[in-house]
């Protein structure tokens, strides 16, 4: 019974050491985010009456055994050293653990924060209503144009609908910066990006909007276009494209699980130059040709050089227009033209010469055209782009020899007044309706004169001046051949006592019609036309005086 009660005491006191130990321990267990929670202390009495008291975790066991006690001495003694064996064994398990939980964390102090812009551990119903916003600055370079990859263009980003007085997130190239919307749900945000920099804010609530502008830089051509994970743009212009101005894109919604883009490209301004060259084929002539250039997208204002011919200015408007002349063999070059000018030139017709015109950039080709004999030819329109080094006209001229009618007009008569202006009228063949013809005016000067619908030009001729209409092609001089006068028409003006004449000729394929109005009258005599009274008073005067002259005559006689 001694026996069985000392053994009994032994395994209390075991018990309550190893409690006790538990108890002392427990901190150190919840700090290694419990992963000990589940100790389990088992008592065991093996069949050679050893006691054996097993500490068990997930880190490791605590096996202390007592020795076999024969008397209450040797149980004590056992007893004691037990007791000593297992604090030492649970303070080394203590030991043990607290090294390891200083160990983790010091672990979790030396491990980097994450780089992502999505650390925050959002709610997965926050991630599926969240849209993301990138900015990205791109500039075109080509072997003619250079800009400062190092310059920082600066960029305004607005948002609106945005979570009132919430931090928000955004990633540049390099590092991660923050910040917060107003209380109304607005923020702004002011960058500085180089080329290829990226901004990406991401965590934007569904239905936030951004506005994002790039500031002008000087000399630089901007445009921009978006791109979507989902079909929501707002705008992607196919024109937004401005020269030293500032450029906002529209306001572009954010949607859920989606990823907009703005995408901005720059380009440097180059200066370009526009050559204009004549050449004459088929004939040796110095003549001069007129030209006319027209360019349009220019900067208000602003100033372009020709190599012969001055200056050209634009207006507020950013047009500008410059005629000039050009010999077979000359050219005129046009220096200083912005990028996204557009320009066109303009020959005016020439008698006999049949013009043509080959736009290039380079050595591309970008437009041809022609145009009849002494018919006027403008270019298509062209417009100034980065990588080219030089546009050039060329306008050549093949003579092509074309015919004319000539009108001249005389007044005659000592009643004719020649300082009348008297109306004409000719009818033109049915291939000039609803165009123009060259026209040589009565002072000379050179024009061109539209052609009415039903190919009727009207007009008025003086004494002594001719109109000679030009650029007539062999077709157009047969239709006027066989009509009578060559179409030529004079208003009546014989109630006014002229009477006209009209002479035809032709010469080398060349008509003219020559047109005279005669107005005359008798001299003056102060005889006027006598009546019949008068007439008989006469013949009574005249008889009077016959019989008188008798009388005297039988007198005479009769005194002899």
């Known amino acids: 019974m001694k026996k069985i009660l000392t053994r009994l005491s032994s395994v209390l006191l075991l018990v309550t050491i190893v409690i006790s130990a538990i108890s002392m321990s427990g901190h150190v267990f919840a700090q290694t985010d419990r992963q000990n929670q589940n100790n ?8 050679n009456q050893n006691t ?8 490791e066991s605590l096996e202390p055994t007592t020795g076999k006690t024969a008397d209450s001495e040797q149980t004590k003694t056992s007893e004691e050293n037990t007791q000593k064996e297992t604090t030492e064994n649970i303070e080394s398990e203590e030991n043990t653990t607290d090294s390891e939980v200083q160990q983790n964390s010091e672990e979790n102090s030396n491990k980097q924060p994450e780089s992502s812009l999505f650390s925050d551990r959002m709610r997965p ?33 607005s948002f609106s609908n945005l979570t009132p007085e919430k931090i928000y997130k955004y990633q540049t190239t390099s590092n991660i910066k923050y910040f917060t919307a107003e209380s109304n ?9 180089s080329k290829d920099d990226k901004v990406t804010v991401p965590m934007l609530p569904d239905g936030s909007t951004a506005v994002a502008t790039q500031a002008g830089a000087k000399d630089s051509v901007t445009s921009y276009t978006v791109e979507s994970t989902t079909d929501n743009i707002a705008h992607s212009a196919d024109a937004n494209r401005v020269v030293c101005k500032d450029l906002s894109t529209y306001s572009e919604p954010i949607a859920a ?20 060259s004549k050449t004459v084929e088929g004939a040796t002539t110095d003549q001069l040709f007129e030209f006319t250039i027209e360019f349009t997208g220019l900067k208000p204002n602003s100033t372009i050089n020709t190599s012969t011919d001055g200056r050209i200015i634009s207006d507020a408007d950013g047009y500008a227009t410059k005629s000039f002349f050009l010999k077979s063999g000359e050219k005129i070059d046009i220096t200083g033209v912005p990028t996204g000018a557009k320009f066109t030139v303009t020959e005016t017709g020439t008698p006999d010469y049949k013009p043509s015109c080959t736009v290039k950039a380079d050595d591309t080709v970008l437009s041809t055209g022609s145009a009849e004999a002494a018919k006027s030819l403008t270019s298509e329109e062209a417009t100034v782009k980065p990588g080219v080094a030089n546009y050039t006209a060329e306008f050549v001229n093949a003579y092509s020899k074309t015919h004319s009618l000539s ?22 063949p049915e291939s000039m309706y609803g165009k123009t013809v060259m026209t040589t005016k009565p002072d000379g000067s050179p024009a061109y004169t539209q052609v009415s619908s039903t190919g ?3 007009f008025t001729l003086k004494h002594g001046e001719t109109i000679t209409f030009s650029g007539l092609t062999d077709d157009e001089v047969t239709s006027l051949r066989i009509t009578s006068e060559y179409g030529v028409s004079e208003e009546n003006y ?25 107005k005359t009258a008798g001299v003056p005599t102060g005889i006027h036309d006598v009546t019949g009274t008068e007439v008989m008073i006469i013949i009574g005067f005249i008889g009077l005086v016959l019989i008188t002259l008798y009388s005297y005559s039988k007198y005479k006689d009769m005194r002899g």
Not at 52 to 59: H, N, R, Y
């Open 40 to 47: 389990i202390v088992d008592v065991e009495t093996d069949e």
């Open 52 to 59: 054996k008291v097993t500490l068990q975790s997930s880190e």
């Open 125 to 157: 119903s926050d991630t599926l209503t969240a849209g993301s916003l990138e900015i990205e600055d791109t500039r075109s370079l080509s072997k003619y144009d250079t800009i400062n990859t190092l310059k920082d263009f600066t960029y305004t980003v």
């Open 185 to 193: 749900g607005t923020a702004v945000l002011d960058l500085k990006l």
């Open 257 to 276: 699980e989606n990823t907009k883009t703005l995408i901005f490209d720059d380009v440097m301004e180059t200066k370009y130059t526009i050559t204009v």
């Open 407 to 428: 009108i001249t007009k005389t007044v005659a008569g000592n009643m004719g007044d020649k300082s009348k202006a008297f109306v004409f009228a000719v009818q033109m």
């Open 456 to 458: 009727i030009i009207n």
């Open 494 to 518: 014989s109630k006014e006592g002229y009477k006209t004449a009209c002479k035809t000729a032709e010469k080398d394929g060349n008509l003219s019609v020559a047109v005279t109005n005669t």
